[in-house]
């Protein structure tokens, strides 16, 4: 017999988690998809995109693409040409493709695996985040200088105050804008109420000064009686959060931060700030080509995110060191 502790709560917790991802698998995020598809092309069309390569990853990709018929759920990777008569929402031929090293697309749009999954077990929500981040990372690389990648990913990407994957992210470009939505936004299951992003970067080509918005730094606030760490970009822009700040106390480890709000409201609130998105966009001189007019990438070409990211995965990489700011009383498994 084994004499080694048995940790009930560690097996609650993953049973937890496993009934929450079976949920998600189960349960179609795809009425939402839609109306999240609906306003980002919208935004892309305000920004100057009209014509180019596109690429659609994860879940709902087709429904992300912005086809018309997209029954059944889909976990694929889909590609297409848009032109400039083409209208969002009609019919569009469009691929099913794996992703090479050396592809280029003008507008990179991707659901990150899990990103709504509220999970309870911190060895789980390690794995998602940092799955998350290189996934963020290697389909950044696949945008050429002057697209766009867009994300839908889990609050922690943002949150997280090791600031290693956002830096990463900011050395290869910048970052028009986020939308917070409320929890339960996707799927309005137990389980499945997990506060997401949508983040609009815009690659940047190498010895190019950095016009993005400030994402790096987090910082603590107080919300229902306690701490909880919240990206810096989100505090200086509340309009940008659909819905009322909120602590959600776990059982593991620190409060992490939520989004309430009511579904009726997601369709106006994400026209909203996906529209001040387009006109800081078009203010600040971050529309469509404008990084790379006049130059194209070339397929072999390495940008410094490249770079880095392949500094970081040689054997003995130093570990990513928390912001000086967050240095106390974190273990890296917060969310």
Request: no cysteine.
């Amino acid at each position: 017999m084994s004499t080694e502790p048995h940790d009930d709560g560690r097996d609650l917790r993953r049973q937890a988690d496993e009934i929450a991802l079976d949920d998600h698998v189960a349960t179609s995020a795809r009425p939402a998809h839609r109306i999240i598809a609906t306003h980002l092309w919208a935004m892309l069309r305000g920004l100057g995109f009209d014509h180019g390569r596109v690429l659609a990853v994860g879940e709902d990709a087709a429904t992300l693409l912005g086809l018309p018929h997209t029954d059944g759920h889909s976990f694929i990777s889909l590609a297409a040409d848009i032109t400039p008569d083409h209208a969002p929402g009609a019919e569009l031929p469009a691929r099913e493709t794996v992703p090479r090293a050396g592809d280029r697309y003008d507008v990179v749009i991707a659901s990150l695996p899990y990103n709504d999954v509220r999970l309870q077990d911190p060895a789980h929500v390690v794995l998602r985040r940092a799955g998350q981040a290189r996934l963020a990372l290697a389909l950044q690389r696949l945008t050429r200088p002057g697209g766009y990648t867009v994300l839908l990913a889990s609050h922690d990407l943002m949150d997280n105050p090791y600031p290693e994957a956002r830096r990463q992210l900011h050395l290869g470009g910048d970052l028009l804008g986020a939308v917070r939505l409320p929890a339960g936004a996707h799927r309005q299951l137990p389980g499945l109420d997990l506060t997401t992003d949508l983040l609009v970067l815009q690659r940047r080509r190498e010895n190019v000064a950095s016009r993005s918005q400030g994402f790096e730094r987090t910082q603590s606030i107080r919300a229902d009686g306690r701490d909880v760490e919240i990206n810096a970009y989100f505090d200086n822009h509340v309009d940008q959060v659909l819905g009322t700040v909120g602590a959600d106390p776990l059982a593991w480890g620190p409060a992490a931060i939520t989004v309430t709000s009511t579904p009726d409201r997601l369709d106006r609130d994400l026209a909203d700030a996906l529209g001040s998105i387009t006109s800081h966009g078009q203010r600040a001189g971050l529309t469509f080509g404008s990084a790379d007019v006049l130059d194209p990438v070339r397929p072999t070409e390495s940008s410094t995110a490249d770079v880095v990211h392949e500094r970081d995965d040689r054997p003995g990489a130093r570990k990513p060191r928390p912001h000086h700011s967050h240095t106390h009383g974190h273990t890296g498994l917060e969310r």
